[in-house]
């Protein structure tokens, strides 16, 4: 359990933990926690599952409407943002060698959820004018067949999207570990991503993509145990990549192949979420060392307040 203060101090047994790390030390390190603490993250991880089962079902019965997306996004966005609090809670505890629970690392979450909702709604308005931009350049190029607004989206709002997914990439951890509210938390996430904006993109580029690589690799191993069994009804190993990772619709005869592989799909996007949260928060500790001199700064100063 959380102490009553809700917080927690670092004494120099945790030191050696909280050095600079290069890459391979970040995704080692971000596998490694997830392993040895599978069980306290798959608890937190059911909340996510609950968001992906209910947008499932949203965009079912929304299945005519062209505001879909948006609706369901808006419905699992505070369970979403719970469970990924609630994961870097138990990442910052578990990396510095301290128990939690992960009813508690929910519990911990909760009084935050307003703040991380707010920097949510700030992150997605920030990236609303190129979106806009995107749509109205596809919208040309049916009217016109002319490729020049969609080029220039690419040049322009491309970069901008990027820029601020990185510069802000440690809001939740400023929320949850620093204790930052609204504005603040992105601003301290800017902070920690200065002067080294390509080094924290190219880390999360890796992070990401190890993530996403395990999921594709699992689901489209399944799909191929599937074809072999001539279970799938026609689907071949071309549809199963596009499904999997172009996400087109599965075209199957096969009602019982279109559960296995969609249940298998919500299962594995829950089972990856942690992998990249875990490695962000690893990030953060290697940003605060180099950048702060965090490892020396607790242990010459009052200690800190982790989460």
Same mark, same amino acid.
């Given at each position: 359990? !959380?102490?009553?203060?809700?917080?927690?101090?670092? $004494?120099?047994?945790?030191? %050696?933990? !909280?050095?600079?790390?290069?890459?391979?030390?970040?995704?080692?390190?971000?596998?490694? @926690?997830?392993?040895?603490?599978? %069980?306290?993250?798959?608890?937190?991880?059911?909340? +996510?599952?609950?968001?992906?089962?209910?947008?499932?079902?949203?965009?079912?019965?929304?299945?005519?409407?062209?505001?879909?997306?948006?609706?369901?996004?808006? /419905?699992?966005?505070? !369970?979403?943002?719970?469970?990924?609090?609630?994961?870097?809670?138990?990442?910052?505890?578990?990396?510095?060698?301290?128990?939690?629970?992960?009813?508690?690392?929910?519990?911990?979450?909760?009084?935050? @959820?307003?703040?991380?909702?707010?920097?949510?709604?700030?992150?997605?308005?920030?990236?609303?004018?190129?979106?806009?931009?995107?749509?109205?350049?596809?919208?040309? *190029?049916?009217?016109?067949?002319?490729?020049?607004?969609?080029?220039?989206?690419? /040049?322009?709002?491309?970069?901008?999207?990027?820029?601020?997914?990185?510069? &802000?990439?440690?809001?939740?951890?400023?929320?949850?570990?620093?204790?930052?509210?609204? *504005?603040?938390?992105?601003?301290?996430?800017?902070? !920690?991503?200065?002067?080294?904006?390509?080094?924290?993109?190219?880390? /999360?580029?890796?992070?990401?993509? %190890?993530?996403?690589?395990?999921?594709?690799?699992?689901?489209?191993?399944?799909?191929?145990?599937?074809?072999?069994?001539?279970?799938?009804?026609? /689907?071949?190993?071309?549809?199963?990549?596009?499904?999997?990772?172009? $996400?087109?619709?599965? $075209?199957?005869?096969?009602?019982?192949?279109?559960?296995?592989?969609?249940?298998?799909?919500?299962?594995?996007?829950?089972? *990856?979420?942690?992998? &990249?949260?875990?490695?962000?928060?690893? @990030? +953060?500790?290697?940003?605060? *060392?180099?950048?702060?001199?965090?490892?020396?700064?607790?242990?010459?100063?009052?200690?800190?307040?982790?989460?």
């Amino acid at each position: 359990m !959380l102490e009553t203060s809700n917080t927690l101090h670092v $004494d120099n047994n945790d030191l %050696s933990k !909280l050095r600079p790390m290069g890459v391979t030390d970040i995704l080692d390190g971000t596998f490694s @926690l997830y392993r040895r603490h599978f %069980s306290l993250f798959i608890g937190i991880v059911l909340v +996510y599952f609950i968001a992906i089962i209910i947008e499932y079902a949203l965009k079912g019965l929304l299945s005519g409407s062209k505001l879909k997306v948006i609706i369901a996004a808006i /419905v699992t966005m505070p !369970l979403i943002l719970l469970s990924m609090g609630g994961i870097v809670v138990a990442a910052t505890r578990t990396y510095l060698g301290r128990e939690i629970t992960s009813l508690a690392s929910l519990k911990h979450t909760l009084p935050k @959820l307003w703040t991380l909702i707010y920097c949510r709604l700030l992150w997605l308005l920030a990236m609303m004018g190129p979106i806009i931009f995107l749509f109205l350049s596809l919208g040309f *190029v049916r009217r016109t067949g002319s490729f020049a607004l969609p080029i220039l989206f690419a /040049v322009t709002c491309v970069p901008i999207m990027i820029y601020i997914s990185v510069r &802000w990439v440690f809001y939740i951890e400023a929320a949850m570990i620093e204790d930052y509210s609204g *504005v603040s938390a992105l601003r301290r996430s800017g902070e !920690l991503v200065q002067e080294s904006w390509w080094k924290v993109c190219l880390i /999360v580029v890796m992070i990401v993509l %190890s993530s996403y690589a395990v999921r594709y690799i699992l689901e489209i191993s399944l799909g191929m145990v599937l074809i072999a069994t001539n279970l799938t009804s026609g /689907v071949d190993f071309r549809a199963i990549i596009e499904w999997s990772i172009l $996400d087109k619709v599965l $075209d199957t005869g096969s009602y019982p192949f279109y559960i296995v592989m969609t249940c298998a799909q919500m299962l594995l996007k829950a089972l *990856v979420l942690p992998i &990249w949260i875990i490695g962000v928060v690893l @990030l +953060y500790f290697d940003r605060r *060392v180099r950048k702060e001199g965090y490892d020396l700064e607790i242990s010459t100063n009052r200690p800190d307040i982790l989460v």
